[in-house]
């Protein structure tokens, strides 16, 4: 582009105006001010600015010469009259002999400015959850599983909906946006515990990566945080649990697979992710005995299972209807062959068939609440369970007790076939096999 240089001359309105109509296709005019050195209005084909021009305080200890000439725009004379333009520049002349370098500034804050447009939470989400399958644990070691992952993201997801800050600069959301989420979710206890924990760890990660200063769930008082919901400890009886054994193969909408696994959980009490998971490669029917391997299991622990006679029954009858294999699921979703995931559906089913009220995990505290009054050692039940005792103990048991107790897990995993059975068949289990004798720990 060609360019022209007039002036100095003190510039006006009128000369404003003038400029405006000599502009040409290919030239811009730089007509300098009388009044303000260094101060110009630059003309180009399709606009004007004010351009302020000057040498920053001191020298390069390189190169013992001045520093080149800096140059900031002022707005344009729309927004700058022409005194307005020279009070403007005349602050950026005093911040450069103070030593300062406005046009550094300048170009820092916008640099910033579009940063932060950019750092929105709808991206910040979904960076977040490329980089969370590779985090560390916060606690214990190795990463976190691609299902839990993916809860959380859809957690952080719900909670940015709900403060409808999808599209706006993370730096931006405070304590007046994590209310509204928190009053949105205050009907769902539970949900609003977890999904406030979710979008907490996602703003420490915004912190790690530098995109905020501060992780602002911080700043809610600890009074309008969700509290913890108390622990649910209802439990079904044994005759209940047959009347669902029953209603599983009653039920309308179950495929076969389905009444099989819903069985598999009432005569093991095992988790039901677990369960649909379980594969015929970690299966010994021979012996009765699943081997879940640890990455299968809720604590990374591999974890042995002693099969009572009505899951050994159901495992069988799968095992030769489909071919005997040696591996590949044993509960595989009957369009998808994948593992079974509706859960809902089934439940919904199973409670038109018989009753509601009642949840899957309940099946595990059935079974720990049955033992229990039958007289079985808590630490073996624990130990049919799955459950890390050793993380809540102190001293020499917490540290050096490791032991599974195997031959017991087998025995109460006998009288919990026993109580199973005799209430599927409606007969009263025999108490001499129903109870063990009351085992006491120190």
Known sequence: MRVLREGPARITKATVDAAWRRRRPGERLLIGDAGCRGLALVVNPTGMAWRFDYKARGTDPRTGKRFPTRSVTIGNPETHSPDAARNAAGRIKGEAKAGADPAAVKRAAIAGAAKRRALTMDRLVEDCATALPSRPKLRGTGTVSAAHAADEVAHVKAAVAAMKAGDRPVAEIGVAELRAALAAFAPMPATARHRFGALSRFFDWCQDEGHVALNPCALVAKARRPRAVAARQHHLAPAELARLWHAAGEA???????????????????????AAAMDWAHVALGAGVWTQPGALTKNGDLHRVQLPPLALGILRERHAATGAPGAGLVFPAPKSRKPVDTFSDMKAALCDAAFGGWRWHDFRRSFATA????????????????????ATRGGVLGVYQR????????????????ILAA????RAEDARVARLPVTTTT
Not at 381 to 389: K, P, S, T
Not at 423 to 426: C, K
Request: aromatic share 4%; net charge negative.
């Open 403 to 418: 032991a599974q107790r195997w031959p017991e897990q087998v025995r109460a995993m006998e009288v919990w076939g026993a």
């Open 252 to 274: 309308d909408g179950l495929a076969p697979v389905h009444r099989d696994l819903i069985r598999f959980l009432l005569a093991v009490p095992c988790r039901r992710g677990e």
């Open 371 to 390: 033992l229990g009054e039958g007289g079985v050692a808590e630490p073996v039940v624990d130990a049919v369970l799955n459950h890390r005792q050793a």
């Open 423 to 426: 209430a599927i068949e409606g």
